[in-house]
């Protein structure tokens, strides 16, 4: 969160307006981007359960908030560790990268307590875990960028010598780092086959794309886009999705395919949810918004 780039303004021209969602392929006709809410100081990491509800947290007032599938928003858990990005497993838990201790966590949304699943990387603190992915089988893929918070009672400073990107082990007892080279790693999201993980250097204004191998390691680097992301989603057709200065999302060749203006918001996350998973909510600063679409969420959110 609190990250800023400036679009290419090939981007910035490429603005939503009401009649681009009965040409778009991927806005439905008619769509329009509707604010649902704005009573948060910054919103982040929204994820969707397997019935469509929507989490996502206001971190500075430490709390994750639920937009449930009839429209009605409430505060799920507070406090809530300062979490930011969001992702559920294949169980129903929500994994929460909760940055108030650098640890990473996974609740159990009926009882609503935390088991934590990280807190180190080889005995010395992480940066400060911001987004989160979940394979299918149950794997996870964090990022671990450095943004120090006012609220830390540990030294601003890394004890890691690379902002980077970490596995864990389905048994969750095996941290890996599996992305060293970045400047700053951000968002993340992988496809529902659990081959491919994209993720974005949002200081290094790129986003790359890996192959997932059996071990969970990345092989294959591709450069993906000339963009980076804060936060990250995919469709059913393959399109990826980044956020910052509004939404733009890319065809799986990195085509650019549509961007939403959500100015002046700096557009934080993004995640599918609703009936059949055709509502696209973007958290964006203070406010929450939503969209419908064509195409429809696939995977983990």
């Not at 838990?93 to 609503?112: F, G, M, P, R, Y």
């Amino acid at each position: 969160m609190k990250i800023r780039f400036t679009i290419p303004a090939v981007l910035a021209c490429a603005v939503f307006c009401g009649a681009m969602a009965d040409e778009n392929p991927i806005l439905a006709p008619g769509a329009k981007l509707e604010k649902i809410a704005e009573t948060f100081a910054f919103t982040e990491g929204p994820a969707a359960d397997a019935e469509g509800n929507i989490y996502f947290t206001d971190q500075p007032n430490d709390r994750i908030m639920l937009y449930s599938k009839d429209g009605k928003i409430s505060t799920f858990m507070q406090p809530a560790g300062r979490s930011n990005g969001l992702c559920f497993d294949n169980k129903g838990n929500l994994i929460a990268c909760a940055d108030e201790h650098n640890e990473l966590w996974s609740i159990d949304v009926k009882t609503k307590q935390h088991t934590v699943l990280i807190k180190d990387y080889n005995g010395k603190l992480l940066n400060g875990p911001n987004d989160v992915w979940v394979r299918p089988d149950g794997r996870i893929y964090i990022t671990d960028p450095l943004y120090p918070r006012d609220y830390w009672k540990r030294s601003p400073k890394t004890e890691q010598d690379k902002e980077g990107v970490y596995y864990l082990s389905p048994d969750h007892k095996t941290l890996t780092r599996v992305v060293s080279d970045f400047k700053r790693p951000n968002g993340i999201i992988g496809t529902p086959d659990g081959k491919t993980l994209y993720i974005a250097d949002i200081d290094g204004r790129k986003t790359w794309s890996y192959s997932i191998q059996e071990d969970g390691s990345l092989k294959d680097k591709k450069l993906f886009c000339n963009l980076g992301s804060d936060g990250m989603t995919i469709d059913d057709a393959g399109n990826v999705y980044l956020t910052g200065r509004g939404v733009t999302a890319f065809d799986r060749t990195g085509k650019q395919v549509l961007h939403i203006d959500v100015s002046p918001s700096w557009t934080a996350n993004i995640c599918f949810a609703g009936k059949g998973s055709h509502t696209l909510f973007i958290t964006a600063s203070k406010a929450v918004y939503k969209i419908e679409t064509k195409t429809a969420g696939a995977g983990s959110q």
